[in-house]
C-alpha cells in the first residue's frame, strides 16, 4: 500500500517543531507500524536526510517505551495495543497518517516523538515499593494471597510504564500510573504497612511534576494498552483522603 | 595468562557457606567509604545496586534506556524456577543442580551451579517480600509449572510476564535506595569503554545519549551487567537495542571472553515474515506444556492443518524424544524443527515453520483454562499474524534467543582484571554450552541479589586500591579515544546505513555460525567478517552530528563493535572440534543426528584473550572437573 505520513519533527527540546510530510510506497501489509516507520528512515538515510527519531525496545509490547499519538490517538486506532505491536493491516492503501509525540507539561519533547518520562521514575522513587532490604524475606508460602487478590494485584501490576494515559488526559494526568501502582501493593498483604503514607507521596509528587488532575474523563483507560482498569482511580482516591484525615505523610 | 577460578574445595553442598565464612568483610561504617559503578539495570544490576546500596555502598547505575525499568530482561515471559519443592515432587536443591548441569551437557562449572540452585529458592522468596504477583493458587499458596529440560514443576510465574514482574521488583528497590540518596541513576547514558588504572578496573567512559557529552566516573569497582549479544545475528528475540559494546570493549581492555560461540536457538518462536523483519517474537516456551508440535508425514503436504487427519501428521518430538517429549530441551527441539523443515516438511510461507497445536489442550481443559494460562501470548501472536490461535494452530521457527558465552568470571563473578566484575547473561558462569528456560532470571537475580554483595566486599575488604580520578592519564585517554571514534564514525559520509550493515552481518552469522556450523562455513565467515568491517569503515553513513540525540549513531557505534565481536563468535566455534549444547558442528554427529561431544578434548572454557583488530585472539583453557554429576551422553529420549 501507499501512504502519506505527516510526521512531528523537532530537532531539540527548545526548538518550536512541526508536522513533515513524506510519501512512502509499497508498505506491506504484514510490517509492524514501527518497521514501517524504519523503512521510511533507511530511504531518509539514503536522501541524505535526518531519520526519524523514535524511542522503542522491546517491540513486543512490554517494555513501554515507544509511544507516538497516531491519528490523534496514543499508540494508534486499535485497543489495547502498543505502537509497536500496531501492524500496517489496519491501514490500507492511500491513507494519510498523522504521528506525534506525547504531549503534556511533564513529558519534554527530546527530539520528534522521543520524549522525557523522568517524571514517572521520580513518582516511583517517592513510595511505589515494599521497603524490605535484600535478606529479610521469609518463605514465600508463609503469606498465602488469594487467588482474587492476587489476580487483582497482577492486573495492576501490568502497567508498562508508556505514558499514553497521560498522552490521553485533557487534563495530562497521571492518575492511571500512579493508580496502578498503588492498587498493585494495595493489593498484597506486602503492601499494607506502608499503604498510607504511599498514596500521599505518590499524589503529591505527582502534583509537583506538573501533571494535572483528574476530571473523570477516563480517556486514560481507553487509551492504555494493558487495559489498566480506572477503578484504581477510586481506591487510590480513597487511600489518599484516609492518609490525609489520619495526618500520615 | 594462569586463570584462577577461586573455586573452593571440600564437599559441594558446603562450598558456598565455607566461601562466605571465609570471605573478608567490610565493616559496615566503611561501606560507604567505597563506590561502586553498576552498567546495567536489568535484573542483574537492579537487583545488585539495591542490594549494595541497602549494605551502604555509594553506587552508581548506568543505563542507556530512559528508565531502569525498560531492560531488556522485562520481556520474559515464561518464568523462574527455584528449587523450593512446593509440588511434593521429587525437586530439590541437587536435582536442580543436576538438571542444571545436564541441560548445559557438561559444560559449566559445578561450583557456581550449585551455588545457583541454592540461592534460587531465596530469591523467591524475596521477590514475594517486594509484592512481585506470582500466580497462585485458589488456596493461597504459590503456584507451578514445568519447562523444558526438567521432569518436576518449579518454574514461578507472574501471567506470561514474568520478567516485568520481576524487574519492577528489582526497580522499585532501586528507585526506593535512588530517593534515598543511595544510588545516582544515570539514565540514559550509555558506557563507551572501560577505564583501567594500575591493572584493576577503576571506571567508566559513557556518552550521554541526549547531549551527546562524553565523559569519565571512576569508582572502585565496576560491575557490568549489561546483558546478551544475540543481537549479532541482528534477527533476534532480543530487545532491539541489546548488543555487546560494554563486554567487548572490557574484553579490548584485556577482560578475557569465554565461550563466545555457545548462543541458544529458542524453538517457539514467530517465524520472519518479510526482508523488512526488525525482530522476532519468541512464544514462551511454556507453551510447550499444553501445545503439541508436529508437522505433515509427508513432504509438500499442503492441505490447511485441520485438513490433514492424525494419521498423516508427525509429532516429531514426541516420537523421537518419547520421555521429554513436547518438553524437549531448547537445543534439541530447535535442531529437530530445522531437520524436518530441511526435509522439506515444514508449513507456512517458504516452508520455514511448524505447528504448535493446542487443540487437543484445549478439548481437555476448555478454552478459558488455555486463555487463563497463556491468555496474553494468544493475542500477542494473534496480533502479529492475523490468525487465532484458538481455532488454527500456531506456526512457530527457531530464533537467536540467548548468549550463554560472555566475560569470563572467577567463583566470585570477578573477571580476570581485578574489581571488574560480571553479573547476568553478560558473564559466562552457570549455564554451560545450554541453558534451561526460566534460569536465566534465576541467575540474573542470584548475581545480584544473593552473590555479588557477599563477594564484592571480599576484593574491597583486601584493600590497595589508590585513589583515582577523572584527572587521570588512563581516564583522560578513554574519554578521547571515545571521542575520537565518534569522529571517525560521523566523518565516513558513504552511502550504507548502519542497519544495513547490521544486517548483512546478521545473515553471515545466521548461515554460518547459527543453528549448525562446519568448519568450512566458519571458515568462509571469517573471510567475510573482515570485509565487511572494511567496507563498513570505508562506506557508512551516519547523518546528524554527536552532540544531540542521534540514533543512527548509538546504532553505528553498537554495529561497529558486533563487526569486530563477530570473528570473535567463530573462532570459537572454529575451535571446538565437538558438538555439545547450542554449538552443533555438523562434522561431529552421531549416526541418528544426535550432537556428538567429545569430552577427551573439550572438556574445558574456552577463555579468549584479546590481541588487536584482525589478529587471531589468543585461547586460555579452564578444565572443567565433574565429581559430582557423572560426565555422560545427554539423553531426553
Ligand atoms: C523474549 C525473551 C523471553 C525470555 N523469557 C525468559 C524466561 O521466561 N525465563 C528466563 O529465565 N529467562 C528468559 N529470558 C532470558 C532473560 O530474560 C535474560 O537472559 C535476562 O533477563 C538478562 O538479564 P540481565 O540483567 O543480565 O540483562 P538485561 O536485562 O539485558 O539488562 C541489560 C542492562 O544493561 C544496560 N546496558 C547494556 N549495555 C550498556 C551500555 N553499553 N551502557 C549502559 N547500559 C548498558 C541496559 O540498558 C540494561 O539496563 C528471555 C529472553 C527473551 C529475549
Ligand atoms: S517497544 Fe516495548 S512496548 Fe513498544
Known amino acids: 500500500m501507499n501512504l502519506r505520513l505527516h510526521i512531528w519533527r523537532q530537532a531539540g527540546p527548545n526548538d518550536t517543531g512541526m508536522l513533515k510530510t513524506y510519501d512512502l510506497a509499497n508498505v506491506s501489509e504484514h510490517m509492524s507500524f514501527l518497521e514501517m516507520l524504519d523503512v521510511l528512515n533507511e530511504e531518509l538515510i539514503a536522501k541524505g536526510e535526518i531519520p526519524v527519531a523514535f524511542d522503542h525496545d522491546c517491540r513486543e509490547g512490554i517494555c513501554g517505551t515507544c509511544g507516538m499519538v497516531i491519528n490523534g490517538r496514543p499508540h494508534g486506532p486499535l485497543a489495547r495495543t502498543t505502537a509497536c505491536q500496531l501492524h500496517m493491516r489496519t491501514f490500507k492503501d492511500g491513507d494519510e497518517i498523522y504521528i506525534e509525540p506525547w504531549r503534556a507539561k511533564a513529558f519534554p519533547v527530546l527530539r520528534d516523538l522521543v520524549v522525557d518520562r523522568g517524571s514517572f521514575d521520580r513518582i516511583i522513587q517517592k513510595g511505589g515499593f515494599v521497603s524490605v532490604n535484600t535478606g529479610n524475606a521469609q518463605d514465600g508460602n508463609t503469606i498465602p494471597i488469594g487467588k482474587p487478590d492476587a489476580d487483582r494485584a497482577m492486573d495492576a501490576a501490568a502497567c508498562i510504564g508508556c505514558g499514553a494515559c497521560v498522552a490521553a488526559c485533557p487534563n495530562s494526568s497521571a492518575m492511571l500510573f500512579t493508580a496502578a501502582k498503588i492498587g498493585h501493593l494495595a493489593s498484597l498483604p506486602q503492601g499494607q504497612a506502608e499503604r498510607s503514607s504511599r498514596a500521599m507521596n505518590m499524589v503529591l509528587q505527582m502534583d509537583t511534576e506538573g501533571f494535572g488532575a483528574c476530571t473523570n474523563h477516563y480517556e486514560c483507560e481507553a487509551a492504555c494498552p494493558k487495559g489498566i482498569s480506572a477503578e484504581f482511580i477510586a481506591q487510590m482516591n480513597r487511600d489518599f483522603v484516609a492518609s490525609a484525615l489520619g495526618g500520615k505523610g | ?637
Open chain 2, 1 to 637: 595468562m594462569e586463570l584462577n577460578s577461586a573455586l573452593p574445595g571440600g564437599p559441594i553442598q558446603q562450598r558456598w557457606d565455607k566461601h562466605r565464612a571465609e570471605l573478608k568483610l567490610v565493616n559496615p561504617a566503611n561501606k560507604r567509604k567505597f563506590s561502586v559503578i553498576v552498567v546495567g539495570t536489568g535484573l542483574a544490576g537492579a537487583s545488585a545496586s539495591a542490594t549494595l546500596a541497602e549494605l551502604g555502598y555509594n553506587v552508581q547505575a548506568f543505563t542507556y534506556h530512559d528508565s531502569a525499568r525498560r531492560a531488556h530482561s522485562i520481556a520474559a515471559q515464561g518464568g523462574i524456577n527455584a528449587a523450593k519443592n512446593y509440588q511434593n515432587d521429587g525437586d530439590s536443591v541437587w536435582r536442580l543442580f543436576y538438571d542444571t548441569v545436564k541441560g548445559g551437557d557438561f559444560r559449566a562449572r559445578e561450583s557456581n551451579v550449585y551455588r545457583l540452585a541454592q540461592v534460587s529458592v531465596n530469591i523467591i522468596d524475596q521477590c514475594v517480600a517486594q509484592g512481585v504477583p506470582f500466580a497462585r493458587e485458589y488456596g493461597g499458596y504459590l503456584s507451578n509449572r514445568s519447562f523444558g529440560g526438567a521432569q518436576v514443576s518449579r518454574t514461578f510465574y507472574a501471567k506470561g510476564q514474568t520478567g516485568q514482574q520481576l524487574l519492577l521488583g528489582a526497580y522499585q528497590a532501586l528507585m526506593r535506595q535512588v530517593g534515598l540518596g543511595k544510588v545516582k541513576l544515570h539514565n540514559k547514558q550509555e558506557m563507551m569503554d572501560l577505564i583501567v588504572v594500575d591493572g584493576r578496573a577503576r571506571g567508566i567512559v559513557t556518552r550521554d545519549l541526549v547531549t551527546g557529552v562524553v565523559r569519565s566516573h571512576m569508582a572502585d569497582a565496576v560491575i557490568l551487567a549489561t546483558g546478551g549479544y544475540g543481537n549479532v545475528f541482528y534477527l533476534s528475540t532480543n530487545a532491539k537495542a541489546c548488543n555487546v559494546t560494554a563486554t567487548y570493549r572490557a574484553h579490548k581492555r584485556g577482560a578475557l571472553f569465554a565461550n563466545p560461540c555457545y548462543t541458544q536457538i529458542h524453538p517457539t518462536c514467530i517465524p520472519q515474515s518479510g526482508d523488512y523483519q526488525s525482530k522476532l517474537t519468541l512464544m514462551s516456551e511454556s507453551l510447550r506444556n499444553d501445545g503439541r508440535i508436529w508437522v505433515p508425514k509427508t513432504k509438500g503436504d499442503h492441505r490447511s492443518p485441520d485438513q490433514i487427519p492424525e494419521s498423516d501428521r508427525d509429532y516429531y518430538l514426541e516420537r523421537k524424544y518419547p520421555s521429554f517429549g513436547n518438553l524437549s530441551p531448547r537445543d534439541i527441539a530447535s535442531r529437530a524443527a530445522k531437520e524436518v523443515c530441511d526435509e522439506g516438511r515444514g508449513v507456512g510461507p517458504g516452508g520455514l515453520g511448524v505447528y504448535l497445536d493446542f487443540s487437543d489442550a484445549i478439548r481437555r481443559l476448555g478454552e478459558k483454562a488455555i486463555a487463563d494460562r497463556y491468555g496474553n501470548l494468544f493475542e500477542m501472536y494473534e496480533r502479529i499474524t492475523g490468525e487465532n490461535p484458538y481455532k488454527v494452530p500456531m506456526r512457530i521457527y527457531p530464533a537467536v534467543h540467548y548468549t550463554m558465552g560472555g566475560l569470563w568470571v572467577d567463583y566470585n563473578l570477578m573477571s580476570n582484571v581485578p574489581g571488574l566484575f560480571v553479573l547476568g547473561e553478560a558473564n559466562f558462569s552457570d549455564h554451560g554450552a545450554n541453558r534451561l528456560g526460566a534460569s536465566a532470571l534465576m541467575q540474573g537475580l542470584a548475581d545480584g541479589y544473593f552473590v555479588i554483595p557477599y563477594t564484592i566486599g571480599g576484593y574491597l575488604a583486601q584493600g590497595g586500591l589508590a585513589a583515582v580520578s577523572s584527572e587521570g592519564a588512563e581516564a583522560q585517554q578513554a574519554v578521547k579515544d571515545a571521542e575520537q571514534k565518534i569522529q571517525t564514525l560521523l566523518s565516513i559520509g558513504g552511502k550504507r546505513s548502519p542497519d544495513s550493515f547490521h544486517r548483512e552481518l546478521g545473515k553471515i552469522m545466521w548461515d554460518k555460525c547459527g543453528m549448525a556450523r562446519n568448519e568450512s562455513g566458519l571458515k568462509e565467515a571469517l573471510q567475510r567478517i573482515p570485509e565487511l568491517r572494511e567496507e563498513f569503515w570505508q562506506n557508512l553513513v551516519v547523518p546528524g552530528s554527536g552532540t544531540e540525540l542521534n540514533q543512527s549513531l548509538e546504532r553505528g557505534l553498537r554495529v561497529a563493535d558486533f563487526l569486530e565481536f563477530a570473528e570473535l563468535m567463530c573462532f570459537d566455534a572454529l575451535q571446538r572440534n565437538e558438538s555439545c549444547g547450542g554449538h552443533f558442528r555438523e562434522e561431529y554427529q552421531t549416526e541418528d543426528g544426535e550432537a556428538l561431544r567429545n569430552d577427551d578434548d573439550y572438556c574445558y572454557v574456552a577463555a579468549w584473550e584479546h590481541t588487536g583488530v584482525g589478529n587471531t585472539p589468543t585461547l586460555h583453557k579452564e578444565p572443567l572437573s565433574f565429581e559430582n554429576v557423572k560426565l555422560a551422553t545427554r539423553s531426553y529420549k
